[in-house]
């Protein structure tokens, strides 16, 4: 907005005010003297400008963002960390229970058993926040001493632990609501209740899916990937209770009976015939090449809960595989065996699989 506010068209103007008999040139009094001042002031319209676009939700970010959007209900999600099932044996390979609360860790990542699932099963949760909690699979050291234990094991992830949520998911999601006008259980409210709730990072509403009063809600984890089953159970039990279905217990107006999926995996494998630049092997660009898969497939599910349809497409994964170093060209590129796009229903993701690479 005050993009032609500089300092040199500042000056100029400072100087134009002062009478042509007095000597203006650089290095003058009054040309030295005005100088300082016209600076301060192009650096008071720069910072004007920015402050004017930190008050709109379109253009602001970090706190002003979070701020903006609060003004409408729409709060930025917290770093949540996740919850992992923990297996306890004892010296006969036997499983065997532990006290609620000992600590253990992994790689430097702590985590503590938070509640007893079934004999030597527990939910461990971690003592960090974010996406670091959900990536090491493993033996577990004890931090606290546990009598009997011979081994620990940190398996699946039962609920993912995020990061903070970024503004673009925030701006995107805050739009989305203000868009749908979310009020008394209809779609836009339950895109909002839903999409508010840790560990969720997309759904769909499918209303009166088997018939009046049904509503059938499909989800993705915070890491855009089938969610685990104890997510799927937690968001149900929170919009509408199994035991208590359509007696508006849950979040979810009476009447309504909701159904919580996770949507379903769909693995694409790709092969492909490359033309490698001088100097490179196939072995330097092979994981550069699979990253460009995934970040592909990772683009296409952090978008599927605002499209009806997901098509896996040829032509942009060859774009990405393109821009790849070492890559001069691609040919040839066949998704399951097949040199068609894959089209997928509303409630499957794609998942990267194999990527084969010919010559």
Known sequence: MYEAQTYETILQRMLARVPNDIDKREGSVIFDALAPAALELAQMYAEIDINYNLSFADTASGEFLTRRTAEHGTIRKAATAAKRLGLFYDAS???????????????????????????????LTCESTGVIGNQYFGPLLPIDYVEGLARGELADVRIPGADEETDESLRARFLTEINAQPFGGNVGDYLQKVGDLNGVGGVKVFPAWAGGG??????????YAAPPSALVNEVQTVMDPVVNSGEGIGMAP?????????AAPVTVNVSTTVTLQSGFTIGQ?????????????????????????TIVRISPMEARMLGVEGIADVSGTTLNGSAANITLTNEQ??????????E
């Open 214 to 223: 049904t509503v059938k809600l499909t989800i993705l984890d915070s890491n």
């Open 93 to 123: 390979h036997a499983l065997m229970d532990v006290a609620v609360g000992t600590r253990f860790s992994i790689s430097g990542v702590n985590y503590a058993v938070s509640s007893r699932l079934s004999l030597g099963k527990y939910e």
């Open 349 to 358: 993701i794609p998942m990267p699989g194999t990527v084969t690479l010919l």
């Open 285 to 309: 660009v092979r994981e550069s090449l699979e990253a460009a898969v995934e970040e592909y497939l990772l683009s296409l599910r952090k978008s599927w809960s605002s499209v009806d349809q």
């Open 254 to 262: 009476i009447g309504h009976r909701v159904t919580v999926v996770g």
